[in-house]
DNA sequence: GTATCAGTTTGAGTTAACTCCAAGTCAAGC
DNA sequence: GCTTGACTTGGAGTTAACTCAAACTGATAC
């Protein structure tokens, strides 16, 4: 697969793609003859775990890490895990806070929605 | 209140505080004679606000059209509702991507679990 | 009455994560 | 054999949201 087939099927762009195998995560990925990258479906999946990763707030550096654990083999097995349970236990609380604050825009939301019926009384912010 | 008891209560550096202020997330703030900051509860109650979106991933530029309009007096009170449902509904969708996320590490890390209690068998990524 | 300290302003610097640009290469079509 | 178009690289530029620095001021402690 070439970076442009690449980029359409996982909406991300040729540029981000050459900059994340430049920082590393995504390694060794197969050129032609004439230089030209060419992905494996293989590529594919790490490409979409790191844009949903991305996606969730990991930062580029934490993927870098876990990639590069990766590379040193079996024996970062559980180190990778380590990374990954880290990650998630702040994804989670990343969660709950946006739970809390979507209740919150639900409930100024309602507050508005009084002021807009009982004749435009105006709220503090 | 001073700034830097608004800092400490908020958790808010100083320079935060201020830079929310000249980018009109916070206007007409108080100041004594000496042209020292003077924050009130009302004040504090809107950082606390901000802080709580700016959380959620609202940015900037948004905040500051909420509290342009804000400042427009009552005749805007539809419109900021209008703003407020369109980002909560982005809320909400990125709520359910992280939920989709943590699922997915969920299950990437019992799989680490899995080849870690089975000799070390490697995992593709 | 001067040293200290918390505040002030303006403007520059930083960071993460892209995003763009220029100059070059290569394969395919005519 | 030349044009075209998609690719390559290295490096510079951009954006959002702070964060810091320098020079200054006003009130309090001694």
Known sequence: MTISEVSKRCNISPDTLRYYE?????????????????YTEQDC???????????????IEILRKYFELFKRGKRTLKARRELLATERKALQGRLEELQDTLKR???????YDKAIASKDKELKF
Do not use: H, P, W
């Open 105 to 111: 825009l639900d409930y100024k939301i309602s507050v």
């Open 22 to 38: 430049k920082v590393g995560l995504l390694s060794d990925v197969n050129r032609t003859a004439g230089g030209i990258r060419d």
């Open 45 to 59: 999946a790490q490409i979409e775990f790191v844009k949903c990763m991305r996606s969730a707030g990991l930062s």
